[in-house]
């Protein structure tokens, strides 16, 4: 068949000459190759006592955000759960009462808030359809477990530590973003 | 559009199940040693569909080496390997050969769905296509994401050595265990 | 205890077959997965394969024919998960031919860099895998040291390793940060020298050699015929490249050759992927060059200005009212689609990859057929190793690169 | 590069065939019609043979289920491309879901074998003289042909779901 | 005279079988970890190390593990072939050490005591007839297991063993041409006093390097197992500490034939340019065991090295290169050889 395209450039097919048909070129260059790899050093990463630092912007395990009051920020518009690709998301709406002004920022809340994180494929389209800064995929990856009920992360696993009542811990979950404004990270 | 929170600080985990502690005080120094050996030594037979079987081999290679935890002889027949890995999707038509594979293998023996599909089917509710392993057989630990990060390979496996130091060896003799496979219908 | 020969009911007629029937797979090691061969054997020659495939089947189209666009990014992420970018663009520029949308050049050429890196991880998976199968494994482990440097680009764009997600109708969600950059600057610069390494250990070993040559050959006329794409067509001998042939996502802009072999056999393969990948390094070298050249306000864009289908700013979702309806539209996959018919092709790392997709209108296709190159191109699998040693079946199937994803959708 | 316009093809098609086809369209670009269903061997193998047009690498094959239209719901799409001259053509054939019989290419298109074996899993169409047409990629077991618009998509064992709130 | 048996004689040996064996068990094992480490470490990975420090009590757990494993016999298998074959495959391994001197002697309790089990003359023969025996361990195993990758695994093992043990008997005898002994013990009282043979017969050494490896089913030649075309070959249907075994003969296959080059051809327990008869008896006797494990340590990593580095051969191009390149060069090497000897004799 002649060429379709000008492109072309055929890989070189040498035969084997006679020194590289001895076997022992290739074989001793190899050796000296992974020798050479033998005292590299290791790139390995002591897994448990040691961690890899992930990208900020990588997928991991939900957080339900909550204003600089303690206030959820969530408003239960269902498009995280409409984005959702792996149906994971469940959620119940409720209107907001009288005196939960401290609770709920918007209206409307998210009664129930739940995510099987066995469903959950992590590809950030929830994350990305929240209207409302309300949920962002974490830089913690899902941890195992030995029961498939555990994989249900309810609204209480969800959410991020309140600002005012457990600082420390709301602290550890900004990570080392706390204390830049909301503009800065844009 | 990077976010304002880095860290879920509120990571849930449950204590190993009922059923699976050795006996207890009564536990002997040589039980004790026989599932420390055990622990050091989970020879994996990675049952690899698709994407999570990727990152099992991310999880082999060199920056996370899964020989460090002894687990890297990696035995493709099913008699002489430990535990279990399925990673990827299971559709119904490959259900019975998991099945198979897991009645070939010895006891001891444990079962870890690695990924979204393996553990639940993942985004794949669909006709074809198995939802959850634990459908066909026991599974001890759920490894979810999709896939999983190799960290989450080894969090995984490092639940599973848990355990296995915890768990007793007489634990395969016990009704409780029996009754379990019974609910496979596995003899 | 002794068996007796009459306690074993053998089948029909096996005392007078002189043939061996061996059940190759699912779980067997090297059919990666989901494959089952049924070879039947001569001592170790291969008189007869049948194959059978459908061991993951996910039902992808019908899973497609319910969700909006944007939702099935993840689907064709875990299609050919070795070089998920790529099938993740090839989705957007369907989705963008049919929607009529212009990507800006920046656009283009990141798209360019994320592709052929994807290329690069998949290939490499590929030929050292080729390596493991022939029993050396230390190449492979090379390799991969790379390719978790791709990753590590990726999810430094995307927030993934390999089931990326990345890119959204019209352009990527977010700009590449400096430290992709630099990622991928550190990339291109060790790269080469590994891949020089790798060619070192397996290229010119005769032991390899002699595995490989002649092992699973097809002529140009039959792998035309069987629907041959990608690697494994030019290693037969055609110069097909759907980059070239049909240029997408401004691959015009780029020197690139296409390498092609000559007998179609795994060494063939084995080289024109090993060669693929210098191209592709040739290639992002050269976009990475165009994007640095975009300065100022230009050096921003990394989406198409289309508001009916790229999600508007965050902040202008939390304060714009008109911006929250857009939002809400896209999401809820509202927006006008087009009736219409489209079929786009991009170069996957396994041959043409295709997204053939039917639209009425409504908020999801109403149709969507993936043409997965591997699916395609597996059929000749019996034709290539029948008359061949078991050996040759196993070093065949790894080198024609299956992706179970791919083959079963 | 390319010599080969759609409107000669078009040209070519119906020099030899008569008026047969229909549907004649271009969406973006790429030919589009449509042939009696008896007639799509014929119709491939002339694309193939001619040397003008020479029609000889098979993209793609597969086909989509239209239950409105009474008669002529299911859809055989077959792409074709010819690489010389870097022009892709798609091809048509329309038959009834109650009799989906339909003349296979295998012997054409080596190509076809798995293709076709994938329609008839998905859709049901009987492909006439393929060599071996059963089911590829679901269960043999299987009783209908899941990607007809009437079959759900879930699996109807699912337990853990609950969202009747977004009911989907 | 014939029953006034030395009965301490019988304790001393009975006592150096024990500890040669258990030598032999406990390098094995390490060697395990060895292969692990070595080839982590030459894939830039780590390798075990949690077990214990660096990983030192990970071959124990294995073990353990292997032992407590259940025992699965397949249905439709001879069970006692099934089981014999891992025993064969063990013990033939085993026996080869007894004729490997080891060391010259120690001095304890006034005794005088040979490093060696037993001083056959005819040693070499001793080695070949159980290193050919070591085959059926592996064709019983594979053909009681009743399935057909270990039936494969054992037929390439039956052939492959009976193609390179012509070359290498070959080789052998260019050597035997040599130094005129088939003892073991006085090749290396040669060796000690000369040269090492390997400065005699290069070819003949690197001959019986590549059938060694061979024998010992190692990459480019570990076809009978090929964990990516046959599972795991003969072992596939094994579990439990039968596994255990046939894993083990392995590896103390690896280590006998490093002792046995190192005996032929690298001088065994002669330490170089040392004079031993100058040092005291026992310290010789040590230095001269310390000799010998270093250089079977290097063999060793050379097995493992090797390994990791290279694809392995197909069947037919195995077969090929046994009958039309090694065993032609053998034959070429040992007329050679009887050229030179009859050539600077005279």
């Given at each position: 068949?002649?060429?379709?395209?000008?492109?072309?450039?055929?890989?070189?097919?040498?035969?084997?000459?006679?020194?590289?048909?001895?076997?022992?070129?290739?074989?001793?260059?190899?050796?000296?190759?992974?020798?050479?790899?033998?005292?590299?050093?290791?790139?390995?990463?002591?897994?448990?006592?040691?961690?890899?630092?992930?990208?900020?912007?990588?997928?991991g395990l939900h957080i339900l955000n909550r204003d600089e009051q303690g206030r959820e920020n969530c408003t239960a518009c269902g498009l995280c759960a409409v984005a959702c690709p792996a149906e994971a998301i469940t959620?119940?709406?409720?209107?907001?009462?009288?005196?939960?002004?401290?609770?709920?920022?918007?209206?409307?809340?998210?009664?129930?808030?739940?995510?099987?994180?066995?469903?959950?494929?992590?590809?950030?389209?929830?994350?990305?359809?929240?209207?409302?800064?309300?949920?962002?995929?974490?830089?913690?990856?899902?941890?195992?477990?030995?029961?498939?009920?555990?994989?249900?992360?309810?609204?209480?696993?969800?959410?991020?530590?309140?600002?005012?009542?457990?600082?420390?811990?709301?602290?550890?979950?900004?990570?080392?973003?706390?204390?830049?404004?909301?503009?800065?990270?844009g | 559009m990077s976010r304002p929170v880095q860290y879920n600080p509120k990571v849930k985990f449950q204590g190993i199940p009922e059923g699976y502690m050795g006996e207890g005080f009564m536990a002997t120094s040589f039980?004790?040693?026989?599932?420390?050996?055990?622990?050091?030594?989970?020879?994996?037979?990675?049952?690899?569909?698709?994407?999570?079987?990727?990152?099992?081999?991310?999880?082999?290679?060199?920056?996370?080496?899964?020989?460090?935890?002894?687990?890297?002889?990696?035995?493709?027949?099913?008699?002489?390997?430990?535990?279990?890995?399925?990673?990827?999707?299971?559709?119904?038509?490959?259900?019975?050969?998991?099945?198979?594979?897991?009645?070939?293998?010895?006891?001891?023996?444990?079962?870890?769905?690695?990924?979204?599909?393996?553990?639940?089917?993942?985004?794949?509710?669909?006709?074809?296509?198995?939802?959850?392993?634990?459908?066909?057989?026991?599974?001890?630990?759920?490894?979810?994401?999709?896939?999983?990060?190799?960290?989450?390979?080894?969090?995984?496996?490092?639940?599973?050595?848990?355990?296995?130091?915890?768990?007793?060896?007489?634990?395969?003799?016990?009704?409780?265990?029996?009754?379990?496979?019974?609910?496979?219908?596995?003899? | 205890?002794?068996?007796?020969?009459?306690?074993?009911?053998?089948?029909?007629?096996?005392?007078?077959?002189?043939?061996?029937?061996?059940?190759?797979?699912?779980?067997?090691?090297?059919?990666?997965?989901?494959?089952?061969?049924?070879?039947?054997?001569?001592?170790?020659?291969?008189?007869?394969?049948?194959?059978?495939?459908?061991?993951?089947?996910?039902?992808?189209?019908?899973?497609?024919?319910?969700?909006?666009?944007?939702?099935?990014?993840?689907?064709?992420?875990?299609?050919?998960?070795?070089?998920?970018?790529?099938?993740?663009?090839?989705?957007?520029?369907?989705?963008?031919?049919?929607?009529?949308?212009?990507?800006?050049?920046?656009?283009?050429?990141?798209?360019?860099?994320?592709?052929?890196?994807?290329?690069?991880?998949?290939?490499?998976?590929?030929?050292?895998?080729?390596?493991?199968?022939?029993?050396?494994?230390?190449?492979?482990?090379?390799?991969?040291?790379?390719?978790?440097?791709?990753?590590?680009?990726?999810?430094?764009?995307?927030?993934?390793?390999?089931?990326?997600?990345?890119?959204?109708?019209?352009?990527?969600?977010?700009?590449?940060?400096?430290?992709?950059?630099?990622?991928?600057?550190?990339?291109?610069?060790?790269?080469?020298?590994?891949?020089?390494?790798?060619?070192?250990?397996?290229?010119?070993?005769?032991?390899?050699?002699?595995?490989?040559?002649?092992?699973?050959?097809?002529?140009?006329?039959?792998?035309?015929?069987?629907?041959?794409?990608?690697?494994?067509?030019?290693?037969?001998?055609?110069?097909?490249?759907?980059?070239?042939?049909?240029?997408?996502?401004?691959?015009?802009?780029?020197?690139?050759?296409?390498?092609?072999?000559?007998?179609?056999?795994?060494?063939?393969?084995?080289?024109?992927?090993?060669?693929?990948?210098?191209?592709?390094?040739?290639?992002?070298?050269?976009?990475?060059?165009?994007?640095?050249?975009?300065?100022?306000?230009?050096?921003?864009?990394?989406?198409?200005?289309?508001?009916?289908?790229?999600?508007?700013?965050?902040?202008d979702v939390y304060t714009k009212m008109e911006a929250l309806i857009w939002h809400f539209k896209i999401i809820m996959g509202e927006t006008a689609i087009p009736p219409g018919e489209v079929y786009h092709a991009v170069?996957?790392?396994?041959?043409?990859?295709?997204?053939?997709?039917?639209?009425?209108?409504?908020?999801?296709?109403?149709?969507?057929?993936?043409?997965?190159?591997?699916?395609?191109?597996?059929?000749?699998?019996?034709?290539?190793?029948?008359?061949?040693?078991?050996?040759?079946?196993?070093?065949?199937?790894?080198?024609?690169?299956?992706?179970?994803?791919?083959?079963?959708? | 590069?390319?010599?080969?316009?759609?409107?000669?093809?078009?040209?070519?098609?119906?020099?030899?065939?008569?008026?047969?086809?229909?549907?004649?369209?271009?969406?973006?670009?790429?030919?589009?019609?449509?042939?009696?269903?008896?007639?799509?061997?014929?119709?491939?193998?002339?694309?193939?043979?001619?040397?003008?047009?020479?029609?000889?690498?098979?993209?793609?094959?597969?086909?989509?289920?239209?239950?409105?239209?009474?008669?002529?719901?299911?859809?055989?799409?077959?792409?074709?491309?010819?690489?010389?001259?870097?022009?892709?053509?798609?091809?048509?054939?329309?038959?009834?879901?109650?009799?989906?019989?339909?003349?296979?290419?295998?012997?054409?298109?080596?190509?076809?074998?798995?293709?076709?074996?994938?329609?008839?899993?998905?859709?049901?169409?009987?492909?006439?003289?393929?060599?071996?047409?059963?089911?590829?990629?679901?269960?043999?077991?299987?009783?209908?042909?899941?990607?007809?618009?009437?079959?759900?998509?879930?699996?109807?064992?699912?337990?853990?779901?609950?969202?009747?709130?977004?009911?989907? | 005279?014939?029953?006034?048996?030395?009965?301490?004689?019988?304790?001393?040996?009975?006592?150096?079988?024990?500890?040669?064996?258990?030598?032999?068990?406990?390098?094995?094992?390490?060697?395990?970890?060895?292969?692990?480490?070595?080839?982590?470490?030459?894939?830039?990975?780590?390798?075990?190390?949690?077990?214990?420090?660096?990983?030192?009590?990970?071959?124990?757990?294995?073990?353990?593990?292997?032992?407590?494993?259940?025992?699965?016999?397949?249905?439709?298998?001879?069970?006692?072939?099934?089981?014999?074959?891992?025993?064969?495959?063990?013990?033939?391994?085993?026996?080869?050490?007894?004729?490997?001197?080891?060391?010259?002697?120690?001095?304890?309790?006034?005794?005088?005591?040979?490093?060696?089990?037993?001083?056959?003359?005819?040693?070499?023969?001793?080695?070949?007839?159980?290193?050919?025996?070591?085959?059926?361990?592996?064709?019983?195993?594979?053909?009681?297991?009743?399935?057909?990758?270990?039936?494969?695994?054992?037929?390439?093992?039956?052939?492959?063993?009976?193609?390179?043990?012509?070359?290498?008997?070959?080789?052998?005898?260019?050597?035997?041409?040599?130094?005129?002994?088939?003892?073991?013990?006085?090749?290396?009282?040669?060796?000690?006093?000369?040269?090492?043979?390997?400065?005699?017969?290069?070819?003949?050494?690197?001959?019986?390097?590549?059938?060694?490896?061979?024998?010992?089913?190692?990459?480019?030649?570990?076809?009978?197992?090929?964990?990516?075309?046959?599972?795991?070959?003969?072992?596939?249907?094994?579990?439990?500490?039968?596994?255990?075994?046939?894993?083990?003969?392995?590896?103390?296959?690896?280590?006998?034939?490093?002792?046995?080059?190192?005996?032929?051809?690298?001088?065994?327990?002669?330490?170089?340019?040392?004079?031993?008869?100058?040092?005291?008896?026992?310290?010789?006797?040590?230095?001269?065991?310390?000799?010998?494990?270093?250089?079977?340590?290097?063999?060793?990593?050379?097995?493992?090295?090797?390994?990791?580095?290279?694809?392995?051969?197909?069947?037919?191009?195995?077969?090929?290169?046994?009958?039309?390149?090694?065993?032609?060069?053998?034959?070429?090497?040992?007329?050679?050889?009887?050229?030179?000897?009859?050539?600077?004799?005279?």
């Amino acid at each position: 068949m002649q060429p379709l395209t000008n492109r072309a450039q055929a890989v070189n097919r040498a035969p084997l000459t006679w020194w590289e048909r001895i076997y022992l070129p290739a074989i001793i260059g190899g050796m000296a190759i992974t020798l050479k790899h033998f005292f590299k050093k290791k790139p390995t990463i002591n897994y448990p006592e040691k961690t890899r630092p992930f990208s900020p912007v990588f997928r991991g395990l939900h957080i339900l955000n909550r204003d600089e009051q303690g206030r959820e920020n969530c408003t239960a518009c269902g498009l995280c759960a409409v984005a959702c690709p792996a149906e994971a998301i469940t959620m119940e709406a409720a209107e907001r009462l009288p005196g939960e002004e401290h609770l709920y920022r918007e209206e409307k809340y998210a009664a129930r808030y739940e995510i099987n994180m066995l469903r959950c494929i992590f590809c950030g389209l929830c994350e990305e359809a929240c209207p409302k800064d309300a949920i962002y995929l974490s830089e913690t990856f899902a941890p195992s477990d030995y029961q498939r009920k555990q994989f249900i992360y309810a609204k209480n696993d969800l959410l991020i530590p309140h600002p005012e009542k457990e600082p420390e811990a709301y602290k550890k979950a900004l990570g080392n973003r706390a204390g830049k404004k909301r503009s800065e990270i844009g | 559009m990077s976010r304002p929170v880095q860290y879920n600080p509120k990571v849930k985990f449950q204590g190993i199940p009922e059923g699976y502690m050795g006996e207890g005080f009564m536990a002997t120094s040589f039980e004790k040693v026989v599932s420390l050996a055990r622990k050091n030594s989970i020879w994996p037979l990675p049952f690899a569909t698709s994407c999570c079987g990727i990152e099992f081999m991310a999880t082999m290679a060199s920056h996370y080496d899964l020989a460090r935890f002894g687990s890297e002889r990696v035995g493709f027949s099913p008699r002489q390997c430990d535990l279990l890995m399925v990673m990827g999707t299971i559709a119904k038509k490959m259900g019975p050969v998991v099945r198979q594979v897991y009645l070939q293998m010895a006891e001891p023996r444990w079962v870890m769905a690695v990924g979204a599909c393996a553990s639940s089917g993942g985004i794949f509710d669909t006709y074809s296509v198995l939802q959850g392993i634990d459908q066909v057989i026991p599974v001890d630990v759920y490894v979810p994401g999709c896939p999983p990060r190799p960290e989450a390979i080894i969090d995984g496996v490092l639940k599973i050595q848990d355990l296995v130091h915890a768990e007793g060896l007489r634990r395969r003799n016990s009704d409780q265990y029996k009754e379990l496979l019974a609910g496979y219908g596995i003899q | 205890m002794p068996i007796m020969s009459e306690d074993i009911l053998l089948p029909e007629g096996a005392g007078e077959k002189q043939t061996t029937t061996l059940n190759l797979g699912p779980t067997h090691p090297a059919t990666h997965g989901v494959f089952q061969n049924i070879l039947e054997l001569d001592g170790e020659r291969i008189l007869k394969a049948t194959s059978t495939v459908g061991y993951i089947h996910r039902a992808f189209e019908k899973i497609a024919e319910r969700r909006p666009l944007y939702q099935i990014t993840p689907l064709t992420d875990r299609l050919n998960y070795c070089s998920s970018p790529i099938n993740n663009m090839g989705w957007h520029l369907t989705c963008e031919k049919l929607l009529g949308v212009q990507t800006p050049k920046r656009v283009d050429y990141l798209r360019v860099i994320i592709m052929e890196l994807a290329r690069i991880a998949d290939h490499l998976i590929c030929n050292s895998i080729v390596g493991v199968d022939s029993g050396a494994y230390s190449g492979f482990l090379y390799l991969m040291q790379y390719r978790e440097l791709i990753y590590e680009i990726y999810e430094e764009v995307c927030g993934s390793r390999l089931t990326t997600n990345i890119g959204r109708i019209g352009g990527f969600e977010r700009n590449f940060t400096n430290t992709a950059f630099e990622k991928l600057e550190k990339f291109l610069k060790e790269y080469p020298e590994q891949l020089n390494e790798f060619e070192k250990l397996f290229k010119r070993n005769r032991i390899f050699m002699e595995r490989t040559i002649g092992c699973g050959p097809i002529s140009a006329e039959r792998a035309l015929n069987y629907g041959f794409t990608g690697p494994n067509l030019r290693a037969a001998g055609i110069d097909y490249d759907v980059r070239v042939h049909t240029p997408y996502s401004s691959y015009q802009d780029f020197e690139f050759t296409i390498p092609v072999g000559t007998t179609g056999d795994c060494y063939d393969r084995f080289l024109v992927r090993q060669q693929e990948m210098w191209q592709s390094l040739s290639i992002i070298t050269q976009a990475y060059k165009k994007v640095q050249e975009f300065k100022g306000q230009e050096a921003e864009v990394y989406h198409a200005d289309t508001p009916a289908y790229y999600l508007p700013e965050k902040k202008d979702v939390y304060t714009k009212m008109e911006a929250l309806i857009w939002h809400f539209k896209i999401i809820m996959g509202e927006t006008a689609i087009p009736p219409g018919e489209v079929y786009h092709a991009v170069e996957g790392a396994n041959g043409e990859l295709g997204f053939y997709l039917i639209s009425d209108g409504g908020r999801t296709p109403y149709r969507l057929h993936f043409r997965r190159p591997c699916f395609i191109y597996y059929q000749a699998f019996p034709e290539l190793v029948e008359g061949g040693l078991l050996s040759d079946a196993i070093i065949t199937m790894s080198s024609l690169n299956l992706i179970a994803g791919e083959l079963d959708a | 590069m390319s010599q080969l316009t759609n409107e000669q093809i078009r040209v070519a098609l119906i020099d030899k065939f008569g008026d047969v086809f229909t549907e004649w369209s271009e969406p973006l670009g790429m030919l589009t019609f449509a042939a009696p269903k008896d007639m799509n061997l014929k119709v491939l193998q002339f694309l193939y043979d001619e040397e003008s047009l020479s029609f000889r690498f098979m993209t793609d094959l597969q086909a989509v289920h239209y239950p409105d239209r009474i008669g002529e719901e299911l859809c055989v799409v077959y792409h074709l491309h010819n690489m010389r001259d870097n022009v892709r053509i798609r091809f048509k054939v329309y038959t009834d879901v109650q009799a989906p019989d339909v003349f296979s290419t295998t012997a054409l298109f080596a190509a076809a074998n798995f293709m076709e074996r994938e329609t008839y899993d998905f859709f049901g169409v009987n492909f006439v003289g393929h060599p071996n047409l059963i089911r590829v990629l679901n269960v043999d077991e299987m009783d209908y042909f899941p990607l007809r618009k009437e079959f759900p998509l879930e699996d109807q064992t699912r337990v853990d779901k609950d969202d009747e709130m977004f009911g989907r | 005279m014939f029953l006034s048996i030395d009965l301490i004689y019988i304790l001393e040996k009975l006592i150096l079988i024990v500890i040669i064996v258990s030598i032999s068990m406990v390098v094995a094992m390490y060697t395990t970890l060895a292969e692990r480490k070595v080839a982590a470490f030459i894939q830039d990975r780590r390798g075990p190390n949690r077990a214990g420090p660096f990983g030192l009590l990970q071959p124990l757990a294995d073990g353990l593990k292997l032992f407590f494993k259940e025992e699965i016999i397949p249905m439709f298998s001879n069970k006692f072939l099934f089981v014999l074959g891992p025993g064969l495959a063990m013990l033939t391994a085993l026996m080869t050490s007894a004729v490997i001197p080891w060391g010259s002697k120690l001095e304890l309790f006034g005794r005088e005591i040979s490093l060696q089990i037993a001083d056959i003359n005819i040693g070499i023969l001793y080695v070949f007839g159980v290193v050919s025996l070591g085959v059926y361990g592996i064709i019983v195993g594979s053909w009681s297991s009743n399935n057909k990758y270990s039936l494969m695994g054992g037929l390439r093992a039956a052939s492959q063993i009976i193609s390179y043990e012509l070359a290498l008997g070959i080789s052998l005898i260019a050597l035997l041409m040599v130094t005129g002994t088939l003892s073991l013990k006085e090749m290396v009282l040669q060796q000690q006093e000369g040269y090492w043979n390997i400065v005699y017969q290069p070819l003949g050494f690197f001959l019986f390097l590549v059938c060694t490896f061979a024998e010992c089913n190692r990459t480019p030649f570990d076809l009978p197992e090929a964990e990516n075309e046959l599972i795991g070959g003969y072992h596939t249907e094994y579990s439990s500490m039968k596994l255990g075994f046939y894993l083990f003969a392995e590896y103390i296959n690896m280590f006998i034939s490093s002792a046995v080059m190192a005996t032929l051809f690298f001088g065994g327990y002669d330490i170089p340019f040392l004079d031993e008869s100058t040092l005291p008896v026992n310290v010789a006797g040590v230095l001269g065991i310390v000799a010998l494990f270093l250089k079977i340590a290097f063999f060793l990593f050379l097995f493992i090295w090797v390994r990791w580095t290279i694809p392995r051969f197909r069947y037919d191009q195995l077969m090929g290169l046994g009958w039309k390149v090694l065993l032609p060069l053998a034959l070429l090497n040992m007329f050679l050889t009887g050229a030179a000897i009859l050539f600077f004799d005279k």
